[in-house]
């Protein structure tokens, strides 16, 4: 059998090993248009915060271990440009420019997302970057080095952005954020968002929500970023506006597209193609608390859908549940999280949403280090279900909130989540931990 | 109605406070023995730490509070002797040898539990002390304050001895521990257990595993703890062998008890007469893991049971889940957690169990302050079930464990288990949190 991959890293990578381990003797080729495979994207900014690393730290596994340890014929360099779905066939060419074709039995197909720009004056310009692949994050670090950047200018607000800001304060830089929206991290109570907005601030991030970006321009030796009622000026601009799926070759393969235009899959990860699968940023998934589709392009999903195909491919029944949205993200010394949906969200979803936000600690009452939480939590009045939470603080906030995701894959009510058996010890919180404490008070409103 | 509760500690005054909440009009009267209510008993070893720190710190709600804003009829240093089911009264003795009796509607014993000391020579001499409620660590603190105490033992290595072995060597003492069984935790795979026994060496404190001790003798100005192989000298003796359910009274009343003699209760709180409720250490619990009955006294529990008490004298029907076994506790700097089952309870429940014990880290591949969490997981290979987890580690271990604690009230499966949506970003944990992995790896045992 010919398992073809397109696309080397998380999801790509992860079918392609796990497939030679399910079976030694399968054929798997992975074509990957960049030279870099396996890396942890998600590091990057974190590796950016410090000049004397290098990005290739970030590699999880060489390629050569992939070629030489696994038996993946593993292909950097290789743009596949088309998908035949009745010949079974890709097509394309290398970064040396020769054609290539391969035939395959199983496709893969994992060609991630890509950063969205502005089709706007000067986003072109040098100096303007933005973060996704490791090459991106090879830019950034090889722009700092060969320019005096001393002013930078983030567009966007969401959790790139966020992260990118506190790796550029941590390199001395002078930091402004923009976007047009008048809320800070729009999808969270005001109480939760203006935490982290204080924390930003607080670490010296010129905060410029409301304006929106018409151009960028070159400005003396550096660019300047124009809105229609300010200009901020700066040395380097990220461009963290959000992501897209990679979707060009399904689509002229003839594939079915969902949510945001993400390929479309069942719980098995096929596609409308009896032989192509699809996994990682480039495609959708089943919400687990709607039942509906859904686009959140996110490491672990693209790493367990990997598995998936893999599985299925060899013969499996893997039927993935689906993502309940959980993600985290640290903001300098705060620590946010999320699960499932958004007050916003469940009205769309047509559930009935009451909410609450509570107040707690991060340890007992006297033990000492003892910070606020912050907790949202909502729930159906209708059926009674926990929805989604989320959670602001400066410690147990990252990993509480995948208790609130276990609940959420079984559709637990409000009222039995608040009866779980957390644990307890007055240096790591409250007896009634701040997710139960919430659950406790949003009962009273979900009569 | 008059609501009559016997002890004035968590689940007492949960019970008695919420009542009050629910029915402004209700008669509620706490009969206290001691002189302190509603104090955080596991905030005890962190405050015993810290010379200067009043053990009163650990109050949470002062008596005044309780009668004047609450209007509860809360009584303190009134010792209840005896139970009259049939007429409905309560009898007793105040501190001052005054008789009293109360008759009740509905009667709430919340008396707790006490320390286990062994029926051996010298464990009621002088500078030889427990550790149970807040006189207990008044006792310890001024012990320590008017004898020159270089030299403690404790006798028992669970969790209190454990907590308590940091607090003294915080407060540089030389700490030695001593106990019968050969196991350092004897519920943990080795690989855990010795991780924790290697944090406690390192931090000074002399173990030594099976030694009996046989009698406790004065010697010199201080004392001696006497095994039959060797002697430890000590200024001071903790003995933390474990508590027992306080009983007494419900046994006279002839209220039936089950697992270590644990009052027995419904999943309504009720005992075996049907204006008698139990609540706290002194009562039973279901495990949401066996189904079967249990005695895990812990605060989380005592708590929400007081609460349920309160509810259904009120007129709800609050039934409890029950406990899924979930605690956590501190040793210097490891967090050690653990919820459901361990591999002996698994086995004896009468399930197949399959385990496994993986090493994970704290952080992502290549991202700093990374260190080493070890997970012990266990399923039952009938039915696919996820019977129990158990974690170590320097961070992420403690709120953690909540999410397994989830999957157990949930009955969920390993496979689906490894299939839920946890929390990723580099700073807390690698893509596959050490739970999934460990889920992950577990599954290769479970056919």
């Known amino acids: 059998m010919n398992f073809l991959v397109i696309g080397g890293d998380a999801a790509g990578m992860s079918a392609a090993s796990r497939a030679k381990r399910n079976m030694p003797e399968m054929n798997v080729t992975v074509l990957e248009k960049t030279h870099d495979v396996s890396y942890s994207a ?6 950016i915060a410090v000049p004397e690393k290098a990005i290739e730290d970030l590699v999880v596994r060489q390629a050569q271990v992939f070629r030489e340890k696994q038996g993946i014929n593993l292909l950097t360099g290789h743009r596949v440009e088309s998908i035949e779905p009745k010949e079974k066939r890709v097509a394309g060419v290398t970064y040396e420019g020769e054609k290539f074709e391969f035939p395959y039995d199983k496709l893969l197909i994992a060609t991630g997302g890509s950063p969205i720009v502005p089709d706007l004056p000067g986003f072109d310009l040098p100096g303007v970057l933005v973060l996704k692949n490791l090459d991106h994050g090879r830019k950034i670090k090889a722009y700092m080095d060969e320019h005096p950047v001393k002013k930078a200018v983030i567009i966007g607000m969401g959790y790139i952005g966020l992260e990118m800001c506190e790796a550029l304060r941590a390199r001395a830089m002078e930091v402004a954020m923009v976007k ?3 809320n800070f991290i729009p999808w969270m109570p005001d109480e939760l968002s203006d935490e982290v907005q204080k924390e930003a601030a607080a670490n010296g991030v010129a905060l410029h929500m409301g304006h929106s970006v018409r151009k960028i321009e070159r400005a003396n030796s550096s660019l300047a970023v124009v809105c229609e009622d300010m200009t901020l000026e700066a040395d380097m601009v990220i461009v963290a506006i959000g992501i897209t799926p990679n979707n060009e070759l399904a689509i002229k393969a003839g594939l079915e597209t969902s949510v945001k235009k993400a390929i479309a899959v069942d719980r098995m990860l096929k596609t409308s193609d009896e032989n192509i699968y699809a996994a990682g940023d480039c495609a959708d998934a089943y919400h687990v608390v709607t ?5 959140i392009p996110l490491a672990l999903r693209a790493n367990r859908a990997g598995w998936a195909v893999a599985d299925n491919i060899c013969g499996s029944q893997m039927e993935l549940d689906g993502v309940a949205g959980t993600s985290v993200f640290k903001v300098f010394e705060l620590e946010i999280a999320r699960t499932g949906l958004t007050l916003k969200e469940s009205k769309e979803s047509g559930f009935d949403p009451a909410d609450i936000v509570i107040k707690s ?5 006297a033990h000492p280090g003892s910070t606020t939480i912050y907790v949202h939590l909502i729930g159906d009045i209708k ?6 939470a989320q959670m602001v603080g400066k410690e147990g906030v990252a990993h509480r909130i995948s208790a609130a995701a276990v609940a959420l894959h ?3 009510t409000v009222e039995r989540f608040s009866q779980t058996d957390f644990a307890y010890a007055p240096p790591f919180g409250p007896v009634w931990d701040p997710l139960l404490t919430a659950a406790n008070q949003l009962l009273k409103k979900m009569p």
């Open 42 to 47: 998600c590091g990057m900014p974190y590796n």
């Open 361 to 365: 600690r991060s340890r007992a009452h």
């Open 410 to 412: 079984n559709k637990m």
């Open 180 to 182: 047009p929206n008048l």
């Open 291 to 295: 039942g509906e589709k859904t686009w």
């Open 383 to 388: 059926t009674g279900r926990l929805l989604g």
